[in-house]
């Protein structure tokens, strides 16, 4: 595959110092697109731990022909060699002159350099990421085969007041135990997101990697909700950029419909209310099928944006 920048700009490999500029690239597209600068440096920093990713091949820096950051993207096999889960921003002034275009070929490039190592019948597929409404991106998408696979619905909610909790008889909310609880809550982790789109089946090293080894991680922000001693529902939260967050709140299926999931979302409402915090915003799949985007509906939480999830299958590669 032909990889060409367009002339007058050039592109390189970023690098950990380059992260201060690549956010401030990435929140000045957020601004331009959505209205608000939505990206903080522990996402990147976060990003950049994962198991496989390597700066070096898979990212790409864009400076303008006056040197200035101009476009960035990053890629990152979940699923080695066969899922990449990839992310592309162009500073609006530099649209239109062939840099989506550019860093579009520059992942698939990325995802198929391994491919004839794959078992016969295997090939890689690409997932790319924009905010919804963005006409131009999703033409880019088109023109290279990509086809709408998901939407994900941005929500937030305002903290007023006091925040009653409900507990369903029978369950208890408790806080997490760090060590304790570690094993048992993977296990609970996987079979609560086990139908859930997008979630990969990780090992409990990789788990505990990706959690207890981000800077975000806050155990005191982590709930578990118990039936006669088992786990059987958690919620995990952080704090970022001044707001709260719901990273994942899961319950297993043999206690769904029974008003947990609720009740641990009040509870971290009620956690993140103690601190002083005034908003709280999650990510939900619009057509998750626990009817999770209704319970955040009921507990006053509504929709800010959306994301779109572009997928592609490399074929004919050689």
Known sequence: MDLHIPEGYSVRAATPEDLPAILAL???????????????LDWFENDWRRPRFDPSTDTWLVSAPDGSPAAYSQTWDEIEQLSFDSNGWVLPEYRGRGLGTFLVRAVERRAGRDATGLPSGSAPKIYQTFADGLTDAEAL?????????RTFQHMSVALE??????????FTI????????DRALHAAEAEAFADHWGDVPRSFQEWAG???????FDPSLWLIGENDGQIAGLAFGIVQAGRGWVSDLGV???????????????SMFALFAARGLTEVRLNVDSDNATGATHMY????????????????VLTGLA
């Open 26 to 40: 990435c929140n000045a597209c957020d601004l331009a697109d959505i209205g608000a600068e939505e990206t903080d």
């Open 141 to 149: 998408m088109h023109s290279f085969g990509y086809r709408q696979e």
């Open 161 to 170: 007041g006091g925040i009653e909790v409900d507990v369903p008889e029978g």
């Open 174 to 181: 408790r806080a997490y135990r760090p060590g304790e609880d």
């Open 210 to 216: 990706d959690w207890f080894g981000s800077k975000s």
């Open 252 to 266: 297993r299926p043999a206690w769904r419909r029974r008003g947990l999931g609720d009740a641990l979302l009040r």
């Open 297 to 312: 509906e009921r507990a006053g939480m509504s929709e800010i944006y959306r994301w779109i999830i572009y997928a592609k």
